[in-house]
């Protein structure tokens, strides 16, 4: 199985903790040159010096906020004018919970603008010179949720189902010029959204955060919570060659956990 991705380059977003950081590191360790996306630099030159690399000068970051889609947009041309990326993360937080009725229009609009609009410059950057390569990779780590709504997440769920649509139309469009677009979906994994989320959950419901881990593990078949580098080893395999035929899918990491197919 080719699993060889010296010379290639992957734009890593989201990339300074949990499964971006993840996802950058594995990638490294395939033989990717990682160019790190974040609007923290202390932590991106943090992150940047953790990763494996033959050549100390191969690793680069782009300092970016997503909730200013137009300064990402300048900050990534900028860097593209020297450079050309072979794989795209599209990786992001995800909006805070609570209910779908309950959420004001301003809170579905800055989701929108986080996700979609920001994955849309950022393709539409990478896009032409992987089309004169012939080969390009572009993965999106999402949510479960695009299969099975969940529960408090009301305008996370919009959304994440409104960037699975947009990859799934991008895979057919770009299909032809060797260039794969595919989704993974991680479900509980322990993130500090993650932590953020039981911690909440727990003093909405007058329990401990140990009380609802325990209930989430009653719901997961491999009775374990997920790693980041769980998550991060499906988004390593959709770069690699291996996965050259693998297009327009949704790749749930959830040991099990999602009921549906």
Not at 42 to 60: M, Q, R
Not at 74 to 96: C, F, M, S
Not at 162 to 173: H, Y
Not at 217 to 237: M, N, Q, S, W
Request: glycine share 8%.
């Amino acid at each position: 199985m080719n699993l060889d991705l010296t010379g290639k380059r992957a734009l890593v977003c989201g990339s300074t903790q949990g499964i971006g950081r993840a996802s950058a590191m594995e990638l490294a360790l395939l033989g990717a040159s990682i160019t790190l996306v974040a609007r923290n630099e202390e932590k991106l030159k943090e992150t940047i010096s953790s990763l494996p690399a033959d050549d100390t000068e191969s690793h680069h970051y782009i300092v970016a906020d997503f909730s200013q889609p137009d300064q990402l947009k300048t900050a990534v041309e900028n860097y593209l004018q020297e450079h050309t990326v072979d794989i795209l993360v599209n990786n992001t937080g995800g909006p805070k919970g609570g209910q779908a009725i309950d959420a004001g229009p301003e809170e579905y609009s800055q989701a929108f603008s986080q996700h979609i609009v920001c994955n849309q410059i950022l393709a539409q950057a990478v896009v032409p010179s992987m089309k004169a390569a012939g080969w390009g990779r572009i993965i999106n780590i999402i949510s479960t949720s695009v299969k099975v709504p969940l529960k408090g997440l009301g305008v996370s769920n919009t959304i994440r189902a409104a960037v699975a649509n947009w990859a799934k139309t991008l895979s057919a469009e770009l299909g032809e010029f060797g260039i794969t677009v595919n989704n993974v979906l991680p479900s509980t994994s322990m993130t500090g959204r993650l932590a953020s989320l039981i911690n909440s959950r727990a003093e909405k419901e007058g329990k401990t955060p140990e009380q609802i881990e325990q209930e989430m593990l009653k719901e997961i078949p491999a009775r374990r919570i997920g790693t980041a580098e769980d998550v991060a080893a499906a988004v390593a395999f959709l770069a690699s060659p291996a996965a050259n035929y693998i297009n327009g899918i949704n790749v749930p990491v959830d040991g099990g956990k999602t009921p549906s197919l």
